[in-house]
């Protein structure tokens, strides 16, 4: 026996699984799973509603992106489209390629912006890395969604995903909290509204495990016997920018 097969063999003992059962028997224990992932639909229903019911903030401060057509304001950003999602993805500046785990996530991008745009809505991932170090490692990974930076606004830090070397020495606000400080950039999503008159508002800001709702692969791995199985202490130390990974 190869050595490749016994190890696959040990792997498979050493897997817990539930117990073997007739088919009437799973199809009892199936349908009063399904009663329960009927019951969370209806409650991610209702907080889907509620996260639209809530109150707005008015933009008034001027932030100014560079873009691959030139400089654009959080307005231009809409494309003549009411809603925007921007994603906050890790590149700071001097880096030399983004976070391995924002870049797991945009994978995800453009295959949702295929319809977004249908929908009013414009999809667009903000980093304050310049950008002529942002499109090298665009092109490297073959991603279509539009990507700006922010380099030289406050964006990032008013949107509490990019911290200074001040706030670098004391607890950080991230996540609607105050903790200790880990990088000088964190990723987050945020959503904004502009209305007929061309007023802008922010509706909407995520981060941390808020963001899981982005992965595909997630849900994905969530449908198998063994999940996500991943390290509880270093939950994606797993995850390969996608041009890494080894066959």
Known sequence: MKLEEMES?????????????????????????LTREREFTRQRD??????RELPWVKIDKEYVFHGPKGK?????????????????????????????????????????????????????????????????????????????????????????????KEEEKNKVYYNYGIGEFMMDELPGLSVFYKNENGDVFHTYSTYARGLDILVGTYNFLDLVPKGRDENPDST?????????YHA
């Open 9 to 33: 063999k040990i792997k498979a003992k050493q897997m817990n699984h539930p117990e073997t059962v007739s088919r009437a028997e799973w199809l009892v224990a199936r349908k009063d799973l």
């Open 46 to 51: 209702a907080l889907s509603a509620a996260r």
């Open 72 to 164: 654009e304001t959080l307005a231009d950003l809409f494309e003549g489209r009411s809603q925007l999602i921007v994603y906050h993805f890790m590149f700071g500046p001097g880096w030399e390629e983004g976070c391995k785990s924002c870049s797991y996530l945009a994978d995800h991008f453009d295959g949702a912006n295929w319809h977004l745009p249908h929908r009013d809505v414009t999809f667009v991932t903000v980093s304050r890395a310049p950008l002529s170090e942002l499109e090298p490692y665009k092109k490297r990974l073959g991603w279509r969604f539009k990507w700006v930076s922010s380099h030289g606004s406050d964006f990032n830090f008013d949107y509490h995903v990019s911290f200074t």
């Open 236 to 244: 994606m130390d797993w995850v390969r920018r996608h041009d890494e």
